[in-house]
């Protein structure tokens, strides 16, 4: 059997094993596989940004932010069936990134960081003084009580499987060897015809979009949605240890990180206030030996891959 | 021992080779000309000696001490004074703090003073120019300036590159007169050159470079003008 | 039209206060051309120990200057030499993270030890203020943070102008070949530019502390600030920092004078996005 062989069988085996984890009746080992599927597709959104489009952005939690409130408003005050209402703050959050790309996409570097930032900080502020959705006081997603858990399981593994998919096609695309051209060298790439807004802009695009939907899933579990957590940078805290740990730029280090994240995330919840620290700790140390990440490191390494989009 | 060893030297810029196998000495009190086509490699040999680049293979011997390992600032204090291609003048500091900024180093900065005097009387127009920005003096003050605050931090072994690029004649043949005053006064003096006659006519000994190669070594006096243009172009 | 005259007057007091938030991050920015992300966080950090220093020792809070400058520089050199120095010319994104990661660690050391609490460092030149004419109000502790301001930026210039260390740090912002070759040491140069930023950042954040309530994580919001100082002023620019803190002063408070005070940061935010949009190089700075 080839090595590709191999690989795809495994990846069906443990789809497979992890879609029965709701039938092992323990809500902790679906809650934690639930938080993983979720953490790793809004990684690996912000990897496509930061890994290969070149956009570090610190403000995904626009999205996150704006996914969420569209969930609690669109279910509880118009009654909006629960998964539309999940799929409608995608749409909203494509809708935001065109409206804002003019202006943020002329900044770059640093100042798209800020940039990004800034939007996020600003939306909360407008958001914690907006009386219909109740100011700071939060909202609580009600129609998200009658769900099932494993329902929302599903819908968060799909996301998942969704977004890790989407990434894999987008860069065994044109784009993405369009994106692989600008990041080796965006002068050249651009002098034989790649459009380089538009690559980016694209992604931006997309990133958006499944990080609204993931981000409503998020909130089918939470229940409860506040402006300042949800426009916060604590967002982009977690998305910047869970990519930069698994691996920038390879697309099986988000799920490795996820992975990692939640693990820890669950280990230290008896230490409050530590679990930041210890990040970011965590986080320089990496960036200082291993700046690769694990997933890096081992391809570097062993030069092997699980979903290596490296043409043969 | 020579003052400077060069052995074996391989440099690369990017992925490109600029020098193979280089091997050079200058002697204590020599004044050595370093020649070459635009691209030979002749900056890359500089810049590797004062520590901006570092070589992929082979070795610098300074005093008998090895420096290609070093940072560019370690390379200075040890006595080595690179006056830069394109002369780089702060734009940010006048003319005085430009060459005093040249003596940042302790041992130079201590006597900074005597040093400025002993510049200025080399380079009156400096002393007269003193409070004046930097980049506001015409080219061959600036170069002169560039000189100055090379020797601020009382340097052995001197560096010119290119320094009479973009200059007048008259301004060139002064700027040379200098130069040998500083090396009959015991400076040894290693100079990179356009102006193949010129550089010949003050050195003692002279290496052409062609792409990334010496291809010519000697004393001056002896190289035929065939030798000379085939070391430079290879026909 | 007079309703107005207050905000103004002290938007420009307070702009003063913004441009030393402001002139640390405008000088790293300027020598090794990256944000440190951190900026907010130190001046927080210097609040919280004046803080310290105050209950321990019972000092005015402007006398703990004398303690928490110097600490400050020590804790600024340290994180240049230790942390960032060994990701120098590796580009913008290492440096980036890196400063982010400080930020969250510095940010929720502080939440652990000093619980989320407002906290001030109380004095009472917050209470007093100065009635001129019955026209407006300044509150005494705006004036005193103008002429500190002055008096630290004029400081720098002369540091920046007329001493060696000063002159080093200009030409290694100009030409670092250049410099290294008059024997700099850029990694130390380095260290001590971040020494000297974290003590305009702990000169601000005591300010501060003193005028405003802070918390934990206060800092976001400063760096927000300190950022758009940087922006709105121009990179490389002294007159610009200030004129810089001036307008983001002005119109925070006419913002939240005119819409609400809810709204004070996010006029502020409002403006600093129009800026990056239109000219991220500030309106007096140099591409």
């Known amino acids: 059997m080839s090595a590709k062989r191999i690989r795809f069988i495994s990846i069906l085996l443990a789809l497979a094993v992890l879609s029965t984890i709701p039938l092992w009746d323990s809500p902790y080992v679906m809650t934690v596989w639930l938080l993983i599927f979720v953490y790793a597709a809004l990684a690996s959104m912000w990897n496509l940004l930061a890994g290969y489009s070149g956009m570090i952005s610190l403000g995904q939690q626009v999205f996150i932010g704006l996914g969420g409130y569209t969930l609690a408003v669109l279910s509880v005050y118009y009654g909006l069936p629960i998964f539309l209402s999940v799929l409608l703050g995608g749409m909203i959050s494509v809708i935001f990134a065109v409206l804002i790309s003019l202006p943020i996409f002329r900044m770059k570097g640093v100042y798209f960081a800020i940039g990004t930032w800034i939007i996020a900080e600003a939306l909360g502020i407008c958001f914690s003084n907006w009386g219909y959705v109740r100011y700071g006081m939060g909202m609580f997603i009600q129609p998200a009580y009658k769900l099932s858990m494993s329902s929302v399981y599903y819908a968060a593994m799909i996301i998942c499987i969704g977004s890790i998919a989407l990434v894999y096609v987008l860069l065994r695309s044109k784009l993405g060897l369009a994106l692989m051209a600008i990041r080796d060298d965006d002068i050249a790439s651009e002098t034989m015809g790649v459009n380089i807004f538009r690559c980016k802009f694209t992604c931006f695009l997309v990133g958006a979009f499944v990080t609204g939907i993931a981000a409503g899933i998020l909130y089918l579990n939470t229940i409860f949605i506040q402006p300042f957590e949800a426009f916060g940078i604590g967002w982009s805290v977690k998305l910047l240890f869970i990519v930069i740990i698994g691996g920038i730029g390879t697309v099986e280090g988000p799920i490795v990180g996820a992975v990692i994240f939640v693990l820890l995330q669950q280990y230290l919840s008896e230490y409050v206030g530590y679990n930041l620290i210890i990040l970011g700790i965590i986080t320089i140390m990496v960036l200082f030996f291993a700046p690769k990440g694990i997933i890096g490191t081992i391809q570097n390494r062993f030069r092997v891959g699980l979903l290596s989009v490296r043409r043969q | 021992m020579a003052m400077l060893e060069v052995r074996d030297l391989d440099v690369y810029y990017e992925k490109f080779q600029a020098l193979s196998g280089v091997e050079l000495d200058v002697q204590r009190g020599q004044i050595v000309s370093l020649l070459g086509a635009n691209g030979a490699g002749k900056s890359t040999l500089l810049k590797t000696i004062s520590g901006i680049l570092k070589p992929a293979s082979g070795s610098i011997y300074f005093d008998e001490k090895r420096i290609d390992n070093l940072q560019p600032h370690d390379i200075v204090n040890l006595g080595i004074g690179l006056v830069p291609e394109g002369r780089k003048i702060f734009s940010a500091l006048t003319v005085r703090e430009n060459l005093l900024i040249g003596s940042y180093t302790g041992r130079a900065r201590r006597t900074r003073n005597k040093t400025l005097e002993d510049v200025f009387h080399l380079f009156p127009v400096l002393k007269h120019r003193s409070q004046q920005k930097g980049t506001d003096l015409s080219g061959g003050e600036q170069q002169m300036l560039s000189i100055g605050r090379a020797l601020m931090s009382q340097p052995r072994f001197s560096i010119f590159d290119e320094i009479s690029l973009g200059l007048s004649p008259v301004v060139v043949k002064e700027l040379y007169r200098t130069i040998k005053r500083i090396n009959q006064e015991g400076m040894t003096v290693v100079l990179v050159e356009q102006d193949v006659k010129r550089s010949l006519k003050v050195a003692n000994f002279a290496y052409i470079l062609q792409e990334g190669r010496i291809t010519l070594k000697g004393n001056p006096r002896d190289f035929t003008e065939e030798a000379v243009k085939k070391a430079y172009f290879g026909v | ?287």
């Open chain 3, 1 to 287: 039209m007079l309703r107005f005259l207050e905000p103004i007057i002290n938007g420009v007091l307070l702009g003063g206060l913004y441009a030393v938030i402001g002139i640390g991050l405008s000088m790293i920015f300027g020598i090794i051309r990256q944000v440190n992300l951190a900026h907010g966080e130190l001046m927080i950090l210097a609040s919280y120990f004046s803080l310290l220093t105050l209950q321990l020792l019972g000092l005015h809070p402007l006398l703990t200057f004398l303690f928490v400058l110097p600490a400050m520089f020590i804790f600024g050199y340290l994180i240049q030499a230790l942390l960032f120095n060994r990701v120098m010319g590796k580009g913008m994104e290492p440096f980036l993270m890196i400063s982010f990661g400080l930020s969250i660690i510095l940010q929720n050391a502080l939440l652990l030890i000093f619980t989320p609490d407002a906290r001030s460092l109380k004095n009472t030149l917050v209470i007093q203020s100065l009635n001129v004419y019955d026209l407006f109000h300044v509150p005494l502790i705006y004036i005193v943070n103008f002429a500190v301001s002055i008096l630290v930026i004029g400081l720098l210039h002369q540091f920046m102008k007329r001493t060696y260390l000063g002159w080093a740090i200009s030409a290694s912002a100009e030409d670092l070949s250049a410099a290294k070759l008059m024997g700099i040491n850029p990694k130390r140069v380095y260290a001590l530019a971040m020494g000297i930023a974290a003590v305009t950042a702990a000169i601000s954040g005591v300010l501060v502390g003193m005028t405003f309530t802070f918390y934990p994580h206060s800092g976001t919001q400063y760096l927000i600030i300190a950022f758009g100082v940087v922006i709105i002023g121009g990179l490389g620019s002294l007159p610009g920092t200030f004129l810089g803190g001036l307008i983001l002063g002005i119109s925070q408070l006419a913002g939240g004078h005119i819409i609400g005070p809810g709204f004070q940061l996010l006029s502020g935010y409002i403006i600093l996005l129009v800026v990056l949009t239109i000219r991220p190089q500030g309106i007096l700075g140099r591409g």
